[in-house]
Nanobody, 126 residues
């Protein structure tokens, strides 16, 4: 089972930036989707961004342009750079993992992911 460990959350003022990290224990796994979801109080889990082992990325429309997902394959770590943060970005951010079919892209649907980290809290104040 892949273990995921998030870090980098915290409190920031609106307009600020944060970088989240997700360290994944991939072992010999070479084909993967790793991504970020978030959950705000009273709402379901929302896909933020995903990245495939071949560096293909996918973003939720509302985050595109402000958030950037990247990876360091040598460290098995995925990053989420978040800029121009807004109070509505406040929530618990989770790292997720799955092994996709060779032809599949990495979706932003929570039901497609069977491994979740414990989450890291992001709080943006106005």
């Amino acid at each position: 089972q892949v273990r995921l460990k998030e870090s980098g959350g915290g409190s920031v003022q609106a307009g600020g930036s944060l970088t989240l990290s997700c360290a994944a224990s991939l072992g010999t796994i070479s084909t993967y989707c790793i991504g970020w979801f978030r959950q705000v109080p009273g709402k379901g889990r929302e896909g933020v961004a995903t990245i495939r082992n071949d560096a293909r990325t996918k973003y939720a429309d509302s985050m595109s342009g402000r958030f950037t997902i990247s990876q360091d394959t040598a460290k098995n770590t995925v990053y989420l750079q978040m800029n121009s943060l807004k109070p509505e970005d406040t929530g618990m951010y989770y790292c997720v993992f799955r092994v996709p079919a060779w032809w599949a892209s990495c979706s932003l649907n929570a039901v497609d992911y069977n491994s979740w980290g414990q989450g890291t809290q992001v709080t943006v104040s106005s």
